[in-house]
DNA sequence: TTAATAATTCGATAGTTGCCGAATTTTACA
DNA sequence: TGTAAAATTCGGCAACTATCGAATTATTAA
């Protein structure tokens, strides 16, 4: 079985990234990224329109786009604008980062 | 292989938490006891007492106290008083469910 | 019972955040 | 080229947060 040696975390770094995560509606954001990202990983559909989102959240326009840019800055996400639209597909290296932050030998 | 199927999230439960590890000292507190939770879990003594911590810490003893009281009430630790001493353990738990939101079929 | 140490509570304050509406920019297309 | 749709930027405000010092409470040990 693999030991559990963790990287020292870099707790500026990661505080930012779980501030990132502490709003309610941005969370929300993250996760619906999150979701359509492991939906259909295997194919090329792994980036989202953030106007199909944005209908179900509660928040206006201009506080989608802030929120994006706290999700992009942190690290989580990344966006690409296709014409009209702005897209977003999960940074899967810093999940995994995270992931490691709460895993355990523990079970 | 187990395949990846996720519990849906509750949001509003975890922004919570999230934000009780957006704080640098905090989350600092946090991944102390975190660490002192995993170095010898096999033993009795995962528990540690906050006054050591304290002193690696840059802020004062009301602080301190202030962001005990926001772990715990985010389920991430477990305090106990013992005597004079506040100590403190990880709730491995909450820990297990927050590795899945970052678990992934990805590798 | 008193002195000392740890922790908590309280009140105040500077700084941060989330949100909006209005204005602006970007892009597509009639 | 002019209009519409999507996104962004800006300015501002209400609410929240992190922190502190002072005062208080809890616990131990002399």
Do not use: Y
């Amino acid at each position: 079985m693999k030991k559990n040696v963790k990287k020292p975390v870099d707790v500026k770094r990661a505080a930012k990234i779980f501030k990132a995560l502490s709003n309610e509606n941005r969370l929300e954001l993250f996760l619906e990224i999150l979701k359509i990202n492991e939906t259909c990983f295997e194919t090329e559909c792994t980036e989202c329109f953030i106007t199909d989102i944005m209908d179900t959240l509660s928040i206006g326009a201009p506080t989608v786009s802030h929120h994006m840019k706290e999700l992009t800055n942190a690290g989580l996400v990344i966006t690409e604008r296709k014409g009209k639209f702005l897209t977003a597909k999960i940074n899967d290296e810093l999940i995994k980062e995270l992931s490691e932050i709460f895993s355990s030998d523990k079970n």
